[in-house]
């Protein structure tokens, strides 16, 4: 019920009659998620592991940025880092240095199907934080596998 205050508008009143306790709503999934989260097996935490610390290391001049090799980066992640590796060598945003990774977690998908309806890629979701060049960097990847015999690959990279 709305009332007239001196100095307001107006104030909304609830009376102990019409107070009803607020129930939270029953969802299936909660909201923002596609599915639930699925750990990677040990042997995707470690190939991810990998590709993320020699990719950072690229990135802020650790190591060369033709150590990238084609079959594990897309062409997108290798001019992403070799920008970065001109940037640090310019002396534009810090300094080269060690990189520390301070955080990494994986989500993986399930496998996504082709078009033909089988079963295709193996994707997993990458995101952590690194400290290099003087200050904390956060990254978000995207690794993809399409079979059992053919290695990871990254195939995007955020640094923020």
Do not use: N
């Not at 610390?53 to 940025?65: N, S, T, Y």
Request: a positive charge; charged letters at 25%; glycine letters at 6%.
């Amino acid at each position: 019920m709305l009332t007239t205050v001196p100095g307001h508008v107006h104030v909304k009143t609830i009376r102990r009659q019409e107070h009803r306790s607020a129930e939270p709503p029953t969802r299936a999934h909660p909201r923002g998620s596609y599915g639930p989260s699925t750990t990677a097996s040990p042997e995707a935490r470690r190939a991810s592991h990998r590709l993320i610390v020699v990719c950072l290391e690229a990135a802020f001049a650790v190591r060369p940025p033709t150590q990238l090799r084609m079959a594990e980066y897309s062409v997108q992640v290798r001019q992403l880092v070799q920008i970065r590796h001109r940037q640090i060598l310019r002396g534009r945003s810090g300094k080269a240095g060690r990189v520390t990774l301070t955080s990494l977690h994986i989500r993986r998908e399930d496998t996504v199907p082709d078009d033909t309806g089988t079963a295709g890629k193996m994707l997993l979701e990458v995101c952590g934080s690194a400290r290099a060049a003087g200050r904390r960097w956060a990254f978000a990847a995207r690794i993809e596998r399409d079979t059992e015999t053919r290695p990871w690959r990254m195939t995007a990279l955020r640094l923020f």
